[in-house]
């Protein structure tokens, strides 16, 4: 089964922001995809799905934690059942994908309210978003583990805010959700060489058109031979 909150999620996230809790989105390219601290991040926390999130600093709170290998984990407890870590960040006008490794472990005791995991890139102004997630993962399974890698490349030259977010849906609270190792690619630069390639296509293009400086015999003449006198003529 694949269960999202994208449309409950945004609400509180726009509160902590009008109430100065959170910082404003799009503050420039990712910070610490590989959690060498939290610095960079926020933390949203909530007794129950029906409650209000709650700002914390991930960096001091108990249900965010980081584990090495470029990883930090979200964890709920006896007290907080949604855990929501985020970023808000700009990206460049070449980006072309995001990816992240991600491993998680889920609690089945209500196939009715079942735990789940979800990894959103939302625009700025949450008029859209962009499900992290392959399509085809089920996001309350009781355990996966992977790599994602998504087109994000509609979203480019953007502020958008990355979230993930972990929900205890059946109230056996010892879910965890760790990601890392995020990245933003890029489509490559053009190299020198073809950039040098490119300026030269004009020049091309004025001597296939006659454009060849007088007195050279570029692409633009025609070389002839009448009674063995060589000559060239414009075309």
């Known amino acids: 089964m694949r269960r999202t909150k994208h449309q409950r999620r945004y609400l509180p996230y726009i509160l902590t922001v009008l109430l100065g809790f959170a910082g404003p989105i799009g503050a420039g390219p990712l910070l610490n995809g590989s959690f060498a601290s939290f610095d960079g991040w ?23 934690t980081l584990e090495g290998g470029g990883f930090a984990r979200l ?11 985020y970023q808000g960040l700009t990206l460049a006008a070449s980006a072309v994908s995001l990816s ?11 196939p009715a309210n079942p735990d789940f995991v979800q ?15 392959p399509a085809a993962l ?20 953007t502020d958008v805010l990355l979230e993930f977010f ?9 879910d965890w959700l760790q990601v890392g190792n995020i990245s933003v690619a890029e489509a490559p630069l053009p190299s020198p060489a073809a ?13 296939l ?3 060849s400086m007088p007195g050279s015999p570029g692409i633009g003449w025609r070389f002839s031979s009448i009674l063995g006198q060589r000559r060239f003529r414009r075309i």
């Not at 926390?45 to 965010?64: E, W, Y």
């Not at 309350?140 to 790599?147: F, K, L, Q, R, Y």
């Not at 972990?166 to 010892?174: C, E, K, N, S, V």
């Not at 950039?195 to 001597?207: D, E, K, Q």
Request: proline share 6%.
């Open 195 to 207: 950039l040098v390639l490119l300026g030269l296509v004009p020049l091309i293009g004025r001597s």
């Open 100 to 110: 992240f490794d991600y491993v998680w472990s889920l609690t089945a005791g209500d």
């Open 42 to 64: 926020s933390g949203d926390i909530a007794p129950s799905p029906l409650d209000p999130f709650q700002a914390v600093d991930p960096g001091a709170d108990p249900r965010f």
């Open 138 to 157: 089920d996001t309350s399974a009781a355990t996966s583990a992977g790599t994602a890698s998504t087109d994000i490349s509609a979203f480019a030259g």
């Open 166 to 174: 972990l929900q205890d849906g059946d109230g056996t609270r010892a």
């Open 209 to 211: 058109r006659g454009g």
């Open 75 to 85: 964890s709920d407890d006896d007290n907080y059942s949604d855990i929501v870590l």
């Open 119 to 133: 990894a959103t890139l939302w625009l700025a102004d949450f008029s859209d978003l962009i499900d992290l997630f």
